[in-house]
T-cell receptor, first 115, second 122 residues
Framework: AQSVTQLDSHVSVSEGTPVLLRCNYSSSYSPSLFWYVQHPNKGLQLLLKYTSAATLVKGINGFEAEFKKSETSFHLTKPSAHMSDAAEYFCVVRLGYSSASKIIFGSGTRLSIRP | SAVISQKPSRDICQRGTSLTIQCQVDSQVTMMFWYRQQPGQSLTLIATANQGSEATYESGFVIDKFPISRPNLTFSTLTVSNMSPEDSSIYLC???????????????????FGPGTRLTVL
């Protein structure tokens, strides 16, 4: 079955320390993978995406993610957390290659930043 | 990128009534998607709406409960019928970033999401 698993429902880090949000996927295809962020009472915003190009993907706001096929992982990292990073983060996998292919959302990880 | 607007942004409704949510995109798109995000939960796909054909519903969602219209390439509506408190959610409209024509257009682009409609059913 195709799926995406976010291993932590909640992550709390201190401001200025590294962030790691974990995501594992299961797909029969070579997947397209995305990270989205949802700030309170705001819409979803794309952070970054992997679509079979470079395995290390850089996104907005200093975030990056590395696609590791051997580990079926696409973890999101940031070297130094900022208070404005507090939000809900979703790992998303796209199944297939056409515009009709479905996307599946992970369960989400709530990131809290301690002053 | 695609700019998506939704109306209403939020509503409080009584049990047993229906609400129609509108989604407008600033460009023509082949497919539009409707999602539900229940409180504290992730997004779940309700259905995919193609212009000129019946919407395709995901498991657990039926047309009688969530009728969808897609009259043209820039607009869609989702109706939540005979509402109950369990329908309290955020409903989001989404389009594919590729916006190519046909099912075999490339799919590497992101999905764009509307701001959502926050529905509370009393």
């Amino acid at each position: 079955a195709q799926s995406v698993t976010q291993l932590d429902s909640h992550v709390s880090v201190s401001e200025g320390t590294p962030v790691l949000l974990r995501c594992n996927y299961s797909s029969s295809y070579s997947p397209s993978l995305f990270w989205y962020v949802q700030h309170p009472n705001k819409g979803l915003q794309l952070l970054l995406k992997y679509t079979s190009a470079a395995t290390l993907v850089k996104g907005i706001n200093g975030f990056e993610a590395e696609f590791k096929k051997s580990e079926t992982s696409f973890h999101l990292t940031k070297p130094s957390a900022h208070m404005s990073d507090a939000a809900e983060y979703f790992c998303v996998v796209r199944l297939g290659y056409s515009s009709a292919s479905k996307i599946i959302f992970g369960s989400g990880t709530r990131l809290s930043i301690r002053p | 990128s695609a700019v998506i607007s939704q109306k209403p942004s939020r509503d409080i409704c009584q049990r047993g009534t229906s609400l129609t949510i509108q989604c407008q995109v600033d460009s023509q798109v082949t497919m539009m998607f409707w999602y539900r995000q229940q409180p504290g939960q992730s997004l779940t796909l309700i259905a995919t709406a193609n212009q000129g054909s019946e919407a395709t519903y995901e498991s657990g969602f039926v047309i009688d409960k969530f009728p969808i219209s897609r009259p043209n390439l820039t607009f869609s509506t989702l109706t939540v019928s005979n509402m109950s408190p369990e329908d309290s959610s955020i409903y989001l409209c989404s389009v594919d970033g590729n916006r190519g024509q046909g099912a075999f257009a490339g799919a590497s682009d992101e999905q764009f999401f509307g701001p959502g409609t926050r529905l509370t059913v009393l």
